[in-house]
């Protein structure tokens, strides 16, 4: 009898924790190793919210994934349309096979901007063209403090795109997105660089940067500066890394590549975070 009173009391314990939650948020791992930056939730009514989605080779998990929680997306955030960002969500918009998406959030470029990186305006254009004749609510924002709420779900978009960063055109240009419910909050910062991250820390939107889960920018190397991370306050770290970009290995061994992850490794230490979620070592991380 005592036990089961126990077990009774525990299960009612787990329901209160769950009520609470307004949200579950998935980080999905690369099933090819590779940079994709994908984030799923499912709020406490059922909805489904996708952060960016990750590279066209990695859509066959992600429409699975989709799939799996109905196949239905209320909101689609897209950060900036790299390959590694836009990628997966091109393919879906060009073959949705049953997928619905309700409406999908961005901040467009300017053709100016768009051609500031030659190597990306193809597929750039390539969403563009599959958007804008996709029948999907698209919602094109051109200044930051947009707030949405869907169930127990909140967003607000910190950042946008900024046509006169022309230093690394494409990541300065990232959106910014603080993601929170009544127990947790998480700021996407996509792939933001010193400038974009620098900007919002001299904004109205700054204290909005503190969060208990930071995605670190750019999977972790290149992307906000050291004083950007010693400013803002977060409690642990998500990375959408491979094992490639975690190790600095481009085929040579450990910390032999020229990306920067040990140094961001670094700060990361220094400041004292303690919580790391890696997809290439965690796999799928689920939040609560
Ligand atoms: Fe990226």
Not at 88 to 106: D, S
Request: with cysteine.
């Amino acid at each position: 009898m005592k036990r089961i009173v126990g077990l009774l009391i525990l299960a009612l314990f787990y329901m209160s924790v769950a009520a609470q939650s307004g949200f579950t948020m998935w980080q999905i791992p690369s099933h090819v190793n590779t940079i994709g930056n994908s984030y799923v939730f499912r709020t406490d009514k059922g909805r489904v919210i996708v952060m960016d989605g990750g590279t066209k080779d990695e859509t066959l998990f992600l429409k699975g994934f989709i799939a799996a929680l109905g196949n239905e997306v209320e909101a689609w955030i897209v950060s900036h349309p790299h390959d590694d960002h836009i990628g997966a969500l091109t393919a879906i918009l060009e073959n949705p096979q049953g997928m619905r998406i309700h409406k999908i959030y961005h901040s467009r470029f300017s053709t100016d901007l768009l051609n500031a990186e030659a190597d990306a305006a193809k597929s750039t254009i390539e969403f563009y063209n599959v958007l804008d004749t996709s029948h999907i609510e698209v919602i094109n924002l051109t200044k930051p403090g947009l707030t949405v709420k869907i169930d127990g779900l909140n967003f607000k978009i910190l950042s946008v795109t900024n046509e006169e960063l022309r230093i690394n055109p494409y990541n300065n240009s990232s959106m910014i997105v603080r993601v929170w419910d009544k127990r947790k909050s998480i700021v996407f910062l996509g792939d933001a660089g010193v400038e974009c991250g620098n900007k919002v820390l001299n904004s109205p939107y700054r204290k909005e940067l503190d969060c208990d889960y930071l995605q670190v920018a750019h999977h972790g190397q290149q992307g906000c500066s050291e004083q950007f991370y010693k400013m803002i306050h977060f409690n642990a770290c998500l990375w959408s890394t491979p094992s490639w970009v975690w190790n600095n290995d481009q085929g040579k061994g450990t910390n032999t590549g020229n990306l920067k992850t040990f140094e961001t490794r670094r700060w990361m230490d220094e400041i004292g975070i303690k919580e790391h979620h890696v997809t290439w070592r965690d796999g799928l991380f689920m939040l609560n």
